[in-house]
């Protein structure tokens, strides 16, 4: 089985939506509803890649990619954000991002942008 990809996203039917997707291409998945929770998560496991939305309640989703590439073993990271600006790209790629995913994205973009930045081939 393929590794632990922590999504972190406020909205509920979001992370239940890319859990499923992530899912379906053999991941595990720990998902967080906050900026704050998303840094405990960081913590608890070995993770393979986190998807993280820019905009969180609590925080910058921004915080979570640092702290994912700042680990002992470096974490790849996607930043989602419904609100894209060309800073907030160069702000997440800044940042440590290896992908910026614009929503809505359709399951198959997900699927092959998680693809490319793990160097697997999609299912």
Not at 102 to 109: D, Y
């Amino acid at each position: 089985m393929a590794g632990l990809v922590l999504v972190v996203d406020d909205e509920a039917d979001l992370r239940v939506t890319y859990e499923r997707l992530l899912r379906r291409q053999g991941y595990r998945v720990v998902c967080a509803e906050s900026r704050r929770q998303g840094l405990w998560l960081l913590q608890a496991e070995p993770l393979a890649l986190v998807v993280s939305d820019l905009r969180l309640p609590d925080g910058d989703g921004l915080d979570v990619v640092r702290a994912a590439r700042a680990s002992p073993v470096p974490t790849p990271a996607i930043v989602v954000t419904g609100f894209p600006s060309a800073e907030s790209r160069q702000a997440a790629m800044a940042a440590g991002a290896s992908a910026f995913l614009v929503k809505p994205f359709s399951a198959s973009g997900l699927a092959r942008v998680v693809s490319e930045v793990l160097q697997t081939p999609p299912l």
